[in-house]
């Protein structure tokens, strides 16, 4: 079945400094991915999204790029504010349209 | 514009007493609908979904069981709550457009077992 892997399940930074939280995934159709932002005590927002190989999309200073050929779609930011600490989730959406596949997260907390 | 109202924002329940949570979405028609769970710091789970009125898919197991009486409404329940029923519980929708769609999240019930 569908599958999303993301390997840190905290991060730690300074405020202005560059991020990138990684997600790689695993399915036997045409991949769609997600990523979605999920602040304290609400509910998960979406980020941005993808199906398109190799072309990157931007959303309030977040940008990921679909790589079909590493399974991967990592998210990035050049500098982040205090106000991005949050839970972040990368999700694939299945061949059946029925069901969305989420990873375990990750925690990006960010220092003054 | 399309809302999505879930009730209650929490609950705190007895272990072995019943439970039941609502979610209405207003403002779109026929839309999928789902259940996920997420424990405190968590992954989300998918629970259930719903293509349409009267149809539930189980996703898995967790004895809790789902409904759609009406085409905006869905309902989580079961009855007889366990420890591990804890979380936060997250009622969605989706267009029915197949693979470039989008999943918009309610507000939550947070649930908690004692």
């Known amino acids: 079945g569908d599958s999303v892997t993301q390997t840190e399940g905290l991060v730690t930074l300074t405020k202005g400094l560059p991020v990138m939280l990684n997600c790689t995934y695993q399915?036997?159709?045409?991949?769609?991915l997600f990523w979605y932002v999920q602040h304290l005590n609400e509910a998960p927002k979406l980020l941005l999204k993808?199906?398109?190989?190799?072309k990157r999309t931007e959303h309030q200073g977040f940008y990921a790029t679909l790589h079909k050929s590493s399974s991967s779609f990592h998210l990035q930011k050049s500098s982040v504010q205090l106000s991005d600490s949050a839970l972040y989730f990368c999700?694939?959406?299945?061949?059946?349209?029925?069901?969305?596949?989420f990873g375990a997260g990750t925690r990006l907390a960010v220092c003054p | 514009a399309q809302t999505i109202h879930q009730w209650p924002v929490a609950e705190i329940k007895a272990v072995g007493s019943p439970l039941s949570l609502g979610c209405t979405i207003k403002?779109?028609?026929?839309?999928?609908l789902y259940w996920y769970w997420q424990a405190t710091g968590g992954t989300l789970q998918q629970l259930f979904y719903?293509?349409?009125?009267?149809?539930v898919e189980s996703v898995v197991q967790l004895n809790l069981s789902a409904s759609r009486p009406k085409d905006d409404q869905f309902i989580l329940s079961t009855e007889k709550l366990l420890l591990s029923h804890s979380g936060f519980y997250l009622c969605?929708?989706?267009?029915?457009?197949?693979?470039?769609?989008?999943?918009?999240f309610g507000k939550g019930t947070r649930l908690t077992v004692v």
């Open positions: 969605a929708w989706s267009h029915h457009r197949g693979r470039n769609t989008e999943v918009f």
């Open positions: 399915t036997t159709y045409s991949p769609f």
């Open positions: 993808s199906s398109t190989d190799n």
């Open positions: 999700a694939l959406i299945s061949g059946s349209f029925n069901k969305l596949t």
């Open positions: 403002g779109k028609s026929s839309p999928n």
């Open positions: 719903s293509i349409t009125v009267g149809q």
